[in-house]
C-alpha cells in the first residue's frame, strides 16, 4: 500500500468513526426534534434558537478560542514526540477552562437583564438568563475536554463521550418538554450542558495525565500564546454566531418568533444531518492539519485528499435531501414545518460548496495566520448576513436559502483565491473533474424535483441517488482499493 492510499484510507476511517458516531447522534436528534416540533412548535424552536445563540455568542467570548488553539498546541507537541510538553499544555488548559468558564457564568448573569430586554422586549426572561449561565459555564468546561481528547488523538474516546451525552441529553428532553412545554426550554439547556461536561470530563479523566499545581500567575504566563492564538482564532466563530443571532433578531422584529422557529429548524437539520460528514472530518483533519502546517507540499496534498473525500461523500447525501425534502421535514418535524421547504433545498445544495471552502479555510487556522483569518472572517460574516436579510425581504425563507448558496459559491471562489497566493496552495485537476460531476448530479436531481408527474418524477429521483451512490463508490475504490479491504475483512471473520 502506498503513501497516498494510507493517507485516504486514514480520512476514510476516521470518517467512518465519526460518520458512524454522528449517525448515532442523528437519530437521536431525530426524536429530539420530532418531539419538539409536536410539543413546543414553531415558536418554541424560535425561543429556544434565541437562547441558544445569545449563550453561543458569550461562549465564543468567554472561551478565548482554546478550543482551537490548544488542539494546534497538543497536536503539534503530539508531531514532535514531546511527552512532558503534551502534560504541561494539558494541565495549563484545564486550569484555564474553569477560570474562563466562571468568568462567563458571571458574565451572563450580569447581562441577563440586558439580554432579556435585548432578545425578548421585555424583563420576563432574566431568572432564565441567570439559569442559562450554568449551560455557559458547563459548555467551557466541555470545550476544553474535548480539545484535550482530540489534540491527543483520543478519537474513540471522544466518540463515545459524544454518543453518550446525545443518549443523556435526550432522556432529559422528552419529559421536560412533555410536562413544561416551552418552560422547559432552558432546563433542557442547562441539563444537556451538564451531561455533556460530566461525559468528556469522564473520558478526559481516563487518559490518566499527570496533575500539576500551577499558580494562576504561571497558568497566564506559559499560556499566553495559546490564549493569544485562541482569542484572535475565536473573533472567527464570534463573528459567525453573531451574524446568526442578528438574523435571528431581524426575524423576530420582521416577522414573529415563529419565524425565527422556521428559520433555526432548516439550519437545524441542514449542521445534524447534512453536516454529519464536516463533524466526522473536523476531528481528525484539523489536527493533522496542524502538525503538518510547515510542510506546505504535504499540506497542499492532504487539503486536495480531504476535499475529494468530502465532496463524494456528501453528494448522495444532498441528492437523498433533495429528493424527498417533503417527506423529510414531515418525518423529522411536521407540517407546520414545510414552509422551511425552500431554504433547505438551497442550503442544502450550499453544503457543496461549503465543504470545500471548509476544507480550504482550515489552512489558515493550521498556519497559525490569525491576521488574515480575522479578516475574512469578518468581512464573509457581514456579507452573508447582509446576503441573508435581503433574501428574506425579497423573498422569504426561500431567498434566504438561496442567499446562502451564492454566499458559499462567492466564499469558496475568494477563500481558494486567498489562500493559493499566500501559500500557494492549488487543486489538483482530478478534483476538478471529480466536482464538477458531483455539482452536476446536485444539479439535475434539483431539476428534476420541478417534474409534476410523481410517478416520472420519484423514477428520476431513485436514479439519481443510485447514480451517485456508484459514482461514489467507484471514485473511492480508485484510492482506496476497497475491494481488497472489503476481502481483507471478509477473510477476518472467516477465521
Not at 98 to 112: C, H, K, R
Not at 286 to 312: C, E, K, Y
Not at 336 to 345: N, R, Y
Request: aromatic fraction near 14%; hydrophobic fraction near 55%; charge should be positive.
Amino acid at each position: 500500500m502506498n503513501e497516498s492510499q494510507k493517507s485516504y484510507r486514514q480520512i476514510l476511517k476516521f470518517t467512518s468513526l465519526f460518520g458512524g458516531v454522528q449517525v448515532i447522534s442523528v437519530l437521536i436528534s431525530i426524536v429530539k426534534s420530532k418531539i419538539a416540533a409536536i410539543l413546543i412548535g414553531t415558536a418554541g424552536f424560535g425561543i429556544y434558537g434565541l437562547f441558544n445563540s445569545a449563550m453561543n455568542l458569550i461562549l465564543g467570548f468567554s472561551k478565548l478560542g482554546l478550543d482551537v488553539s490548544a488542539v494546534k498546541e497538543i497536536s503539534a507537541a503530539s508531531g514532535d514526540n514531546e511527552i512532558e510538553k503534551i502534560f504541561r499544555i494539558v494541565n495549563i488548559l484545564k486550569r484555564l477552562i474553569w477560570i474562563t468558564g466562571i468568568i462567563g457564568a458571571i458574565v451572563t448573569i450580569v447581562l441577563s437583564p440586558w439580554l432579556s430586554e435585548l432578545v425578548f422586549k421585555n424583563d420576563d426572561y432574566i431568572s432564565a438568563f441567570i439559569f442559562i449561565s450554568f449551560a455557559v459555564f458547563f459548555n467551557q468546561l466541555t470545550i476544553g475536554n474535548l480539545a484535550i481528547l482530540q489534540g491527543l488523538r483520543k478519537l474513540k474516546s471522544l466518540a463515545k463521550s459524544t454518543v453518550i451525552a446525545s443518549f443523556c441529553s435526550l432522556i432529559v428532553t422528552v419529559p421536560l418538554y412533555y410536562f413544561l412545554g416551552v418552560k422547559g426550554i432552558v432546563p433542557v439547556i442547562v441539563l444537556t450542558a451538564l451531561f455533556a461536561f460530566l461525559c468528556s470530563w469522564y473520558f478526559t479523566k481516563k487518559q490518566k495525565i499527570p496533575s500539576e499545581i500551577i499558580s494562576v500567575r504561571k497558568v497566564f504566563e506559559e499560556g499566553k500564546q495559546m490564549i493569544k492564538l485562541g482569542f484572535v482564532l475565536s473573533i472567527g466563530g464570534i463573528v459567525t454566531v453573531l451574524g446568526t443571532f442578528l438574523m435571528q433578531l431581524f426575524l423576530e422584529n420582521y416577522a414573529g418568533l415563529e419565524e425565527v422557529g422556521l428559520y433555526n429548524a432548516a439550519f437545524i437539520i441542514i449542521s445534524a444531518y447534512v453536516g454529519v460528514i464536516f463533524n466526522a472530518m473536523s476531528k481528525d483533519y484539523f489536527p493533522r492539519l496542524a502538525s503538518i502546517a510547515n510542510q506546505n507540499d504535504v499540506l497542499n496534498t492532504v487539503v486536495n485528499q480531504q476535499s475529494f473525500i468530502t465532496v463524494l461523500l456528501i453528494t448522495p447525501v444532498i441528492v437523498v435531501f433533495l429528493a424527498f425534502m417533503p417527506v423529510i421535514v414531515k418525518i423529522l418535524l411536521n407540517k407546520e414545518f414545510l414552509p422551511i421547504i425552500g431554504l433547505l433545498t438551497f442550503g442544502i445544495l450550499a453544503t457543496l460548496f461549503k465543504a470545500v471552502s471548509w476544507a480550504i479555510a482550515y489552512v489558515l487556522i493550521a498556519k497559525g495566520n490569525s491576521k488574515l483569518f480575522i479578516k475574512t472572517e469578518i468581512i464573509f460574516n457581514i456579507l452573508l448576513l447582509i446576503m441573508s436579510v435581503f433574501g428574506y425581504y425579497y423573498g422569504g425563507l426561500t431567498g434566504v436559502g438561496l442567499s446562502y448558496l451564492l454566499y458559499f459559491v462567492i466564499y469558496l471562489v475568494s477563500i481558494k483565491k486567498v489562500v493559493s497566493y499566500n501559500y500557494k496552495f492549488k487543486f489538483q485537476e482530478e478534483f476538478y473533474k471529480i466536482f464538477t460531476v458531483c455539482l452536476l448530479l446536485c444539479l439535475v436531481t434539483y431539476t428534476i424535483t420541478y417534474i409534476e408527474n410523481d410517478y416520472i418524477k420519484y423514477g428520476l429521483m431513485i436514479i439519481m441517488i443510485i447514480s451517485s451512490c456508484i459514482f461514489t463508490i467507484i471514485k473511492l475504490n480508485e484510492k482506496l482499493n476497497l475491494k481488497e479491504s472489503l476481502e481483507k475483512i471478509i477473510s477476518k471473520h472467516k477465521k
